[in-house]
């Protein structure tokens, strides 16, 4: 682990990006929306809240979505036009046009972003069960189609079901259709 914290440390300060440890739990993005980590590519930042339990997972996860925006692969360049903005106005109750667009390429981003993460996972050699987080992964993907199907508000009390979940990574094309019943009763 304290090599994966080193190396990140030396990108994040080679790039001007702040790595930062919230003493919480959670942390507000917004008014309503909570989550327990972000990188932030505009405010140059990564912030974590470090008492939750899944800290160092959602630490991984987010060097990733660094990583993309490093490299300025084509799924970020299309987030940042149709992504989380987006997405965020949507579950703030804002008009919002292309949400369809908008939730097909977050799915996209996330997923490229889950499998970079497991990646890493194997490369540091880190104390996270890959197959959970796997599972947990399909969970918040599969949640994003639930949302916009439901037109549900996010809740992150929704995600406690990852055991009922894949075990694997599907392919792109089942993230993004319609979700079937079985899928559908297990966040209801």
């Known amino acids: 682990m304290e090599l994966f914290l080193s190396d990140l440390r030396k990108q994040c300060k080679q ?16 008014k309503g929306i909570r989550c327990t980590a972000w990188f932030d590519h505009i405010q140059k930042e990564i912030v974590v809240a470090r008492k939750s339990v899944l800290w160092l997972s959602n630490l991984v996860h987010e060097s990733c979505h660094l990583d993309q925006f490093l490299e300025q692969s084509e799924i970020w360049k299309k987030e940042e036009k149709f992504g ?19 939730i097909n390429n977050l799915i996209l981003l996330e997923l490229d972003c ?3 993460s497991i990646a890493k ?3 540091y ?19 994003y189609r639930y ?7 996010w ?4 995600f ?12 792109d094309n089942y993230y993004r259709r319609k979700l079937n019943n079985k899928m559908k009763k297990i966040f209801i």
């Open 114 to 116: 889950e499998k970079r």
């Open 155 to 158: 809740s992150n009390e929704n």
């Open 125 to 143: 050699d880190l104390p996270i069960n890959t197959v959970t987080y796997i599972q947990r992964a399909n969970e918040i993907l599969l949640y």
């Open 160 to 171: 406690n079901t990852y055991h009922k979940f894949p075990k694997r990574f599907l392919s």
């Open 15 to 30: 790039h001007g990006i702040a790595l930062k440890f919230i003493r919480a739990k959670s942390l507000e993005i917004e």
């Open 84 to 102: 989380t903005q987006v997405f965020d106005k949507w579950l703030l109750g804002k008009k919002v046009y292309s949400i369809r667009k908008s």
């Open 147 to 153: 949302l916009y199907e439901t037109q549900g508000e």
């Open 121 to 123: 996972i194997v490369k």
